[in-house]
């Protein structure tokens, strides 16, 4: 593209006119009018792109001041129960799920509550997150072999639900 430019002698900005309006004949004005859209497109794409990475960046920055999606501490947060309750299936975008760090294939060990130890359905959930709608719940959460806490906040948001993501139960032979 730029060479297309230079070889007709124009950049982006050059008039391809003369000065009665006529197209200038020292320069292939259809292969530059492609070039300059071209160039246009790609600067486009790479400022949406910046401004997707700079998002990401200040979200991520942003969970790391907060602590959230960081390895469990043992010292400051007493986990009881590792054994996995249920596996995290979907996460949709921009829901509060996705918001507190939440991840496909989570394996939740405690949700609020809700732990190996009480666990008897999703409706034992289900009932922490009727009940904590806009108030901060703990989740602790397997991913790789190590234990993660997050703190989610169930709340209204544009898709269904108050959470945003599909749990699904753990199978006896999944633990």
Partial sequence: MKAILDSNG???TEPLVDSYGYPRQDVDVYQVR???HRVICLMNDHS???T???QGLHMLHAQQREGVGLPADPPRTVIRHTEPIARVNFV???SPAEEAGICVEDLIVEFGSVHAGNFRSLHDIGAVVQHSQGQQISVC???HDELV?????PHIWAGRGL???NIIPVEIVER
């Fill in 92 to 94: 949709a975008q921009n």
């Fill in 149 to 153: 806490r997050l703190r989610l906040v």
């Fill in 163 to 165: 959470l945003g993501c």
């Fill in 48 to 50: 949406s792109m910046m």
């Fill in 10 to 12: 124009v950049g982006m």
């Fill in 52 to 54: 997707h990475i700079e």
């Fill in 141 to 143: 959460v397997k991913r």
């Fill in 34 to 36: 492609h070039a300059r």
